[in-house]
């Protein structure tokens, strides 16, 4: 499948705004148009991401809200120090999610010896232990249509908005050749597929080393919630602002429609 070029104008329409709306293209270092990006931020930003989203199968433009970083706000979108060539997302294709995340989370547990020794690890893993669980079972229940309007309504931060050509959200940080996770953005883009597929996670904002998902089917247990929050675990340094232990990111998931991650 052919994707839509970067928009080279220097007007866009942006639904929900009504009118033209000034900006640019986001480009690498050598020169490769990789988004285009408005020059104004919008309070409310959500909402003008909502209502481009519902274009962006007939536009092939997918949206994202760019996060500055606040005592820096020319950063990372100003100094282009994010992107890099785009990436090709036909790779994805024979990757597999839950072996990057057992991966991950291998990474980040230490050995049996440790782990049986380190009674805080065992705590912050619990109820799992030494290995991976596994991927969660994907949620079918749709979150209430009008909780998640409303908490799109209450995302009141301001933030520009950039259209990346790629075939669905997941797919923007590897189009976009984004440099702020841990690993290469195709392979978070191989987990961020997968949750699209079983949760109804998209892509919402992308900043320095931070992304948000929106998500329509987040877990509404504590006990589906569980599993998921392993994957979490291994995804990111830090998810859901500074929650580090699988307890806690399973609490800080049921029911909510918003998924943060950090990376150092």
Known sequence: MSLAAVPDGNQMH???TGVLQPGRQLRTWDGVPVA???????GSAGIYWTCVSEESAESGLQPFLLADMTREPARPWGTGELISDPE????????????????????????E?????????????????????????????????????????QYTRDARIGLVPAARPADILPRLGWQGGGTTASELAVVLRSWEDRFGARLMQVGFAEIRLLVSRPPQTLETAQP???????????????????????RAVVNNPFWDFWWD
Not at 36 to 42: G, I, L, Q, S
Not at 115 to 137: H, I, Q, S, T, W
Not at 237 to 243: K, Q, R
């Open 36 to 42: 285009w990006v408005t020059d104004w931020a919008y």
């Open 113 to 153: 010896e440790e782990f049986a020794e380190d009674e805080e690890l065992r705590e912050m893993l619990a109820p799992f232990g030494l290995r991976f669980p596994g991927l969660a079972p994907a949620v079918e229940e749709e979150l209430d249509p009008e909780l998640v309007r409303r908490a799109v309504f």
């Open 228 to 250: 998921i929050a392993a994957e979490h675990f291994a995804f990111s340094d830090e998810a859901h602002i500074g929650l580090r232990g699988v307890g806690d990111i399973a």
């Open 88 to 111: 090709d997302t036909t790779a994805i294709d024979a990757m597999d999610a839950a072996r990057l995340l057992e991966r991950w989370w291998d990474i980040r547990v230490p050995g």
């Open 14 to 16: 942006i639904a929900g």
